[in-house]
């Protein structure tokens, strides 16, 4: 299932918000007026018009209601290509539908978060204790296993990023750390959602999307754990079932 980019923007919305961190910091201005001019060059009055119209047709949107309890989920693309933000975005449509999400993160801070939800027009505030944030510094499969450990079917948990989780000395080989992860989602009837990092060898005038073979491994790792797969590249995304 190939998706692209769902607006007829100047440059797809990860990127218009990259433009407006940069006016940010080059005209001295506070980024939400910077993502004001920035989508009123793209004929919306404000930001978050722009993005609540990104949010009706993103394709977060169409992908959310085809996870299923149980899934992994492995979100892949090269540095600033939106994968965090398509992940965060997949947790924000379950919250829309009643469910809770959690954002574990060894890469943003707390304080970072509202900025993320804020460039597809979301607010985790708004959505009170279904949302929660978890940036310590053990994030390992014990740790996520005792964060839901109560939670309710239907919880979407973003882990960003995979390859974090096979960093340390003290933890199971990433392997191991992954086959304990799926028995946990299929035991909760969670949807677990991994950010993941290509190999720094993909090349994208070679291969227009990433796939499985490009995925980053430092130790060995079976991909088949992984039930949904999802590949963004250029404003495009690629999503299949796998596994």
């Given at each position: 299932?190939?998706?692209?980019?769902?607006?007829?923007?100047?440059?797809?919305?990860?990127?218009?918000?990259?433009?407006?961190?940069?006016?940010?910091r080059r005209d001295g201005i506070p980024l939400h007026a910077a993502?004001?001019?920035?989508?009123?060059?793209?004929?919306?009055?404000?930001?978050?018009?722009?993005?609540?119209?990104?949010?009706?047709?993103?394709?977060a949107a169409r992908l959310y209601p085809r996870l299923s309890p149980?899934?992994?989920?492995?979100?892949?693309?090269?540095?600033?290509?939106?994968?965090?933000?398509?992940?965060?975005?997949?947790?924000?449509?379950?919250?829309?539908?009643?469910?809770?999400?959690?954002?574990?993160?060894?890469?943003?801070?707390?304080?970072?978060?509202?900025?993320?939800?804020?460039?597809?027009?979301?607010?985790?505030?708004?959505?009170?204790?279904?949302?929660?944030?978890?940036?310590?510094?053990?994030?390992?499969?014990?740790?996520?296993?005792?964060?839901?450990?109560?939670?309710?079917?239907?919880?979407?948990?973003?882990?960003d990023y995979l390859q974090l989780l096979d960093q340390r000395r003290?933890?199971?080989?990433?392997?191991?750390?992954?086959?304990?992860?799926?028995?946990?989602?299929?035991?909760?009837?969670?949807?677990?959602?991994?950010?993941?990092?290509?190999?720094?060898?993909?090349?994208?005038?070679?291969?227009?999307?990433?796939?499985?073979?490009?995925?980053?491994?430092?130790?060995?790792?079976?991909?088949?754990?992984?039930?949904?797969?999802?590949?963004?590249?250029?404003?495009?995304?690629?999503?299949?079932?796998?596994?």
């Amino acid at each position: 299932m190939k998706l692209s980019a769902p607006l007829r923007l100047s440059a797809p919305l990860y990127r218009l918000k990259r433009q407006a961190r940069q006016l940010s910091r080059r005209d001295g201005i506070p980024l939400h007026a910077a993502l004001d001019r920035t989508a009123a060059a793209e004929g919306f009055r404000s930001w978050s018009l722009l993005a609540a119209r990104h949010a009706d047709r993103s394709p977060a949107a169409r992908l959310y209601p085809r996870l299923s309890p149980g899934d992994l989920v492995l979100v892949a693309a090269r540095p600033g290509q939106g994968k965090t933000l398509l992940s965060l975005e997949l947790a924000a449509q379950a919250m829309r539908a009643g469910h809770r999400g959690i954002y574990f993160s060894l890469e943003d801070t707390e304080r970072e978060v509202p900025a993320r939800f804020a460039a597809f027009g979301a607010d985790p505030a708004r959505f009170g204790d279904r949302f929660a944030f978890d940036g310590d510094d053990g994030i390992c499969a014990d740790h996520v296993a005792v964060r839901l450990a109560d939670c309710p079917p239907g919880t979407l948990a973003v882990i960003d990023y995979l390859q974090l989780l096979d960093q340390r000395r003290d933890t199971p080989p990433l392997a191991d750390q992954m086959r304990r992860l799926r028995a946990l989602a299929a035991e909760r009837e969670a949807v677990l959602v991994f950010v993941s990092q290509i190999d720094r060898r993909y090349d994208p005038a070679a291969k227009p999307l990433p796939d499985l073979g490009d995925v980053r491994r430092p130790n060995p790792l079976d991909l088949r754990l992984f039930t949904k797969t999802c590949f963004l590249q250029g404003g495009k995304v690629h999503f299949a079932a796998a596994g």
